[in-house]
């Protein structure tokens, strides 16, 4: 539990620390940051040990009221899926902050707290277990990301930030009155003991609200988290702001923030609106395999590498979402790895392109051609990622992409092959967008004279690729590392999923348990009472 | 014993990793070209003890040899495991053979290349992945292998990236090398389509469960859709790697790879991954007889077209790569009418005589400062002693003649062709033969015999290194009695009932397969067998006159001219390969990135998505702006606007009671 505790908070400490460090101790404060990320990191290491993956529930939980009027509290905790892409977060934000030391030229005092106020609140994100929290946290994200995105952004970048504030905003406005109304409804109706926001007690009830509210709630959710992920065709601010992001903030947009639309969307939508869920899934696998079409159709013919990276992940995430709404648990797991490795090979290409870009100052396809003979070892890592996202067999990439297909595949659910088969071909795109790329710029002499000197990566850049490189092969050869933990609370929601299906009275415990719920409460009434 | 197994494929993998961290510093070609030669080597030695065993103690039933588990989720469980059989040895025999002996030849060969050791590496990390395809006992361990060898193909296609290479829309080796990996990948969708029915329906992935549950009740499954689907799919898979229509595009731009390369895995090997796939899936091939006519009809017509092309190429490898096309196209059409074991022993025979054309092509490019063009060659058999000879050898074993390993091979192909298919598939097998023999002798005399027609102030033709002549040495060898292995009962059965080596090792393999197509293993002589065979020899005799008649003897080539000449459309269209490369652009490929471009991108994204949400921003500040002229500042204004609302509100409460 403190390192829970710990994990989220290092950051926020650190982040304050920092506010009170003179600016023109750049160094200093560069490597405070890298030194809190790394703590997280290391701290975040005992959270995988204690971690006990045969239990499904939720792990490490505080539960603290906060509001008890709400019966809103500071209640955090983590089951598999947390744990990985928390693992994640504190895994890509050392390396992001690393990227950082070679792109972030200006105004590094404010740069290096807004990083570390992210890193704290895409923590928070994974690991709150009330609605209400999950929102703050949810909000707080946009505040560091606008700065980072407006300040020390591309040529666009006020453009970029704006847009990508609004659409986002929009979506968790949809979000916070779902909230609202869940909590009501649940506290009210369901478990008769009033509002509340404790996701646990509303996970249980949830599922027994009546569908044609459950759908309205179901959207009120989607919409926000299909913004984030981003689902066709939502996708357009992602484009925009991953090209003009700084590389480190491309990174952490890839790499974790698309990540939370897509836990979102198995964290609440399936977990509270199973029913709901199953009734839209084949609409949402729709939109998902149009998604992975269009992204890398679009992808194939951008001129811009970083652009062509951007669109790329709007396919990838496509799979992603297809997994989930499979709603089997091999196609869970997928989608949960898929996450994890869509975030280290999408993140590891941002991080490559944005070491080029630091050399050469453009991102123009057509300004490069025969980089390899100069740039041998970054050639090398190029591919590493690049095969990883073309979903190579034996990299992290294909065991993602082959669980959700599979998944969709058998899923009773979807119950159409037509998905799966449409999907795949994303395999064919996926390698033609790309291997087309990577031969523009690799491949052929070195023409352009402003490509003469370019220099191979140096000790910071290995230090920073290293690391992922060995995840992206880890998880291709031997993935049940990571699989099994994530593997029993998956298993959970979909016997919960199974239930609702074919029993249609969706928790049959849930008498029991409002009654057990009502005696505490009453007995905590009656006590409060006395009290008076 | 085979439960190491996995040394055969470490071996290699410990080479590749090695070269490819460390290789750049060793700085010594010996150093490297032993050690990568080394493995692969060792690992022949190693697979060449499992096949003693083998011989000793036959096996009924593969050995299953589990590693760990790769991939698991639910009741979805995959290991990584090796089936070893008498398929997968005679396979890993001849990946490691060849490969051997091919990486003893690029110590020669690519001496003096600034990527010598990044050669060695990656010829490593084929060997490895082509030995996890064939060993491989489940699908998915065989796709990995599969992509891999995809891998490493695109990796050493694209070897000299900054080279330039002739092709349609292609000016650099690095675009052969995408758009080998881009067909293949088209293959691979049938691949991965076919794994998730076949994981649907029998519930595993292995090819030994899917082999029993079919066993126990094969005409249960005989031609269900389910099975031909199936079928169909991994043929799909099987055109891609195997280069067969339509998707046969890639292979002959392959050839901007390095020769060995062109000669290990465009030859020998990675190409027959293919036919290796359908002879693994036997029995569920022969239980779908629409896919094997389709099978027979692709790979006949595959074998038919690339010859056509072949005649007319002048590129050295060009020729050679339009006959591995064709050749492989013998092995489908073999498959199509169910001789499985003609089909593996054409891939073995292949091999020697395959890939010892193409190393021999390199030493004629080594000693010829790389000129490919054969019109700009010739005589050059006095200055190359060796590399004629065993040039020489392959050429008369790919063309069938007597007692050389094609012969044995094509002509169990052949007669199996006419016996279990039909006469048309015969004919066009037969009529492919012919040119197959037409266009290798052309290339021999071309290049070796008649006039010197190469500029002699800048090349200076010399015999190749030690290094690479020996292996050519090994392979003429294998190509002159390697068809031994596989004699036909009809020129053996005065010796022995069973007088084919092969068909009597493979025969636990195929058994299934050949009871459920009838086919009971007994021979029996018919007539028709010896006139094919004398038909097929004297076919590839009277090519052969021809080509001498055209080539050597007349050293203007007024024959071929003329009927050049004669028939110049038909020409063109050969020489362009049927357009297929252009049909695929214009149909497919631009309309399908003018599409993305000007209407998903620039129409969709921008125009109605963004042009969707802008606008509300807009309507946001345009009626904020008209709003904000409410706010005047002057007193009475507002007077007004109260004394208004006092009206309306008090007007509702009166008329809403």
């Not at chain 2, 460390?22 to 499992?50: D, W």
């Not at chain 2, 590693?67 to 398929?87: E, H, K, M, R």
């Not at chain 2, 290479?165 to 881009?182: L, M």
């Not at chain 2, 002699?456 to 003429?476: G, N």
Request: charged share 10%; hydrophobic share 50%; proline share 4%.
């Amino acid at each position: 539990m403190t390192a829970l505790l710990l994990t989220l908070f290092l950051p926020l400490i650190g982040a304050l620390l920092v506010l009170f460090v003179d600016k023109t101790l750049e160094k200093f404060i560069r490597y405070f940051t890298l030194g809190t990320s790394i703590l997280t990191f290391l701290v975040s290491l005992a959270l995988l040990f204690a971690f006990d993956p045969n239990n499904p529930n939720i792990q490490f939980y505080i539960n603290q009221i906060w509001i008890s009027s709400l019966d809103t509290g500071f209640r955090i905790g983590m089951d598999g899926m947390s744990l990985l892409i928390v693992m994640l977060t504190t895994f890509l934000s050392p390396i992001a902050i690393l990227a950082s030391f070679d792109s972030i030229h200006h105004r590094q005092k404010e740069y290096y707290f807004m990083i570390l106020i992210l890193q704290f609140a895409m923590t928070g994100v994974f690991i709150a277990m009330d609605t209400f929290l999950f929102y703050i946290f949810w909000e707080l994200i946009l505040i560091p990301m606008y700065f980072i995105i407006g300040i020390w952004g591309g040529k666009n970048k006020i453009y970029a930030t704006v847009k990508f504030f609004i659409f986002t905003i929009v979506g968790s406005l949809f979000m916070l009155l779902g909230i609202i109304w869940l909590s009501q409804y649940v506290g009210n109706h369901i478990l008769t003991t009033g509002f509340t926001t404790d996701y646990l007690l509303i996970k249980d009830a949830a599922p027994s609200i009546p569908l044609n509210y459950q759908a309205w709630l179901f959207w009120a959710f989607a919409v926000s988290f299909f913004i984030k992920v981003p689902l066709f065709p939502f996708h357009t601010w992602l484009p925009d702001a991953h090209t003009e992001a700084p590389t480190p903030g491309s990174v952490i947009l890839a790499g974790v923030l698309l990540k939370m639309g897509t836990y979102g969307l198995i964290r609440f939508n399936l977990e509270f609106f199973p029913q709901a869920s199953m009734e839209f899934s084949s609409i949402i696998s729709w939109l998902a395999v149009v998604g992975i079409i269009y992204g890398a159709l679009v992808a194939a013919i951008q001129t811009d590498i970083k652009r062509l990276v951007a669109y790329s992940s709007v396919s990838h995430l496509g799979f992603v979402v297809l997994g989930i709404f499979s709603m089997t648990a091999i196609g869970l797991q997928g989608a949960i790895i898929q996450m994890v490795n869509h975030g280290l090979s999408t993140g590891m290409l941002f991080l490559l392109v944005g070491m080029i870009y630091e050399r050469r100052h453009t991102r123009d396809i057509a300004e490069y051609g025969g980089i390899a003979r100069i740039m041998p070892v970054y050639a090398t890592f190029f591919a590493i990622a690049m095969f990883s996202s073309v979903g190579l067999p034996g990299l992290n990439g294909f065991v993602g992409e082959y669980m959700t297909l599979i998944g969709a595949f058998t899923s009773p659910i979807l119950n159409n092959w037509a998905y799966t088969i449409v999907a795949a071909t994303g395999v064919i795109f996926a390698a033609v967008y790309l291997l087309w790329m990577f031969q523009r710029v690799f491949f052929g002499t070195n023409d352009n004279p402003a490509n003469h000197t370019l220099k191979d990566l140096t000790k910071r850049e290995w230090t920073i690729l290293i690391p992922i490189v060995i995840f992206i092969v880890w998880i291709g050869i031997y993935p049940s590392t990571f699989t099994n933990i994530s593997e029993n609370s998956t298993r959970k929601l979909v016997n919960k999923i199974e239930q609702v299906k074919f029993n249609r009275t969706p928790y049959p415990e849930l008498d029991k348990y409002i009654d057990n719920l009502k005696t505490d409460k009453s007995v905590q009434n009656k006590q409060n009472n006395n009290g008076k | 014993m085979y439960n190491f197994v996995w040394l055969i494929t470490l071996l290699p993998l410990i080479g590749f990793v090695f070269l490819g961290l460390f290789g750049n510093r060793l700085k010594n070609e010996k150093l490297i070209g032993t050690i990568g030669s080394a493995t692969v080597g060792l690992s022949f030695i190693f697979a060449f003890t499992l096949f003693l065993d083998m011989l000793q103690h036959p096996l009924e039933k593969p050995v299953i040899v589990n590693l760990f588990t790769w991939i698991q989720a639910g009741n979805f469980s995959i290991p990584i495991s090796y089936q070893v059989d008498q398929l997968s040895i005679i396979y890993s025999l001849v990946i490691t053979g060849v490969g051997f002996l091919i990486h003893i030849y690029s110590i020669g060969y690519m001496h003096g290349d600034r990527g010598f050791f990044r050669f060695f590496s990656y010829l490593n990390l084929f060997i490895f992945m082509m030995l996890n395809l064939v060993l491989g006992s489940n699908f998915l361990l065989t796709f990995l292998g599969w992509e891999g060898v995809g891998l490493s193909s695109y990796l050493l296609i694209g070897f000299w990236y900054d080279r330039k290479f002739e092709g349609v829309r292609i000016t650099w080796t690095g675009q052969a090398a995408n758009k080998a990996f881009i067909v293949n990948r088209i293959g691979d969708f049938g691949f991965l389509v076919a794994m998730f029915m076949i994981y649907v329906n029998f519930n595993t992935l292995s090819y030994q469960e899917l082999h029993e549950t079919l066993a126990l009740n094969p005409f249960a499954y005989a031609s269900t859709p389910v099975i031909v689907g199936i079928t169909l799919l991994l043929f799909m898979a099987a055109t891609g790697k195997s280069a067969q229509l339509p998707l046969a595009i890639w292979l002959p731009d392959a050839m901007a790879g390095p020769t060995p390369v062109s000669a290990l895995i465009h030859a020998a090997t990675m190409v027959t991954a293919g036919i290796f796939l359908l002879a693994r899936n036997s029995l569920l091939f022969s239980l779908a007889p629409t896919t094997m006519i389709v099978i027979a009809v692709i790979g006949t017509l595959t074998a038919f077209f690339s010859a056509t092309i072949g005649t007319v190429q002048n590129g050295i490898k060009k020729v050679l790569a339009y006959s591995t096309v064709s050749q492989l196209g013998f092995m489908f059409a073999a498959l199509g009418v169910g001789a499985y074991t003609a089909a593996v022993f054409h891939v073995m025979t292949h091999a020697f005589f395959k890939g010892l054309l193409f190393l021999g092509a390199g030493s004629v490019m080594h000693g010829m400062h790389n000129e490919e063009n054969i019109k700009k060659m010739g005589g050059l058999k006095k200055y190359m002693p060796s590399t004629y000879k065993t040039f020489y050898v392959a050429t008369l074993a790919i063309s069938g003649i007597p007692l050389f390993s094609g012969f044995f091979s094509k002509d169990e192909i052949m007669w199996q062709s006419f016996h279990e298919g039909n006469v048309l598939i015969w004919t066009i097998l037969a009529m492919s033969a012919l040119m197959t023999a037409f266009y290798m002798f052309r290339l021999v005399n071309l290049v070796f015999e008649g006039k010197e027609r190469f500029d002699h102030k800048h090349i200076h033709p010399h015999e190749s290194p030690k290094t690479m002549t020996f292996p050519l040495i090994v392979l003429a060898v294998l190509s002159a009695f390697g068809g031994f292995l596989g004699i036909p009962y009809a020129l053996g059965f005065w010796f022995s009932h069973h007088p084919n080596f092969l068909d009597n090792f493979l025969h636990p393999i195929f058994k299934d397969a050949n009871m459920v197509l009838g086919r009971s293993g007994l021979h029996h002589l018919a007539a028709a067998e010896y006139i094919l065979m004398a038909v097929s020899v004297g076919i590839a005799l009277f090519s052969i006159w021809v080509a001498y008649r055209w080539y050597k003897k007349d050293q203007n080539w007024t024959s071929p001219r003329k009927i050049t000449n004669s028939i110049k459309p038909i020409h063109k269209v050969l020489w362009n390969k049927y357009y297929l490369d252009e049909i695929y652009f214009s149909v497919i490929i631009d309309p399908l990135l003018t599409t993305a471009r000007s209407l998903l991108w620039k129409v969709v994204d921008v125009k109605i998505i963004d042009g969707l949400v802008n606008g509300l921003a807009k309507i946001t500040i345009e009626f904020g702006e008209r709003i904000r002229k409410i706010q005047t500042g002057f007193a009475q204004t507002y007077a007004v606007y109260m004394l208004a609302g006092a009206v309306v509100l008090i007007t509702w409460i009166i008329f809403s009671f």
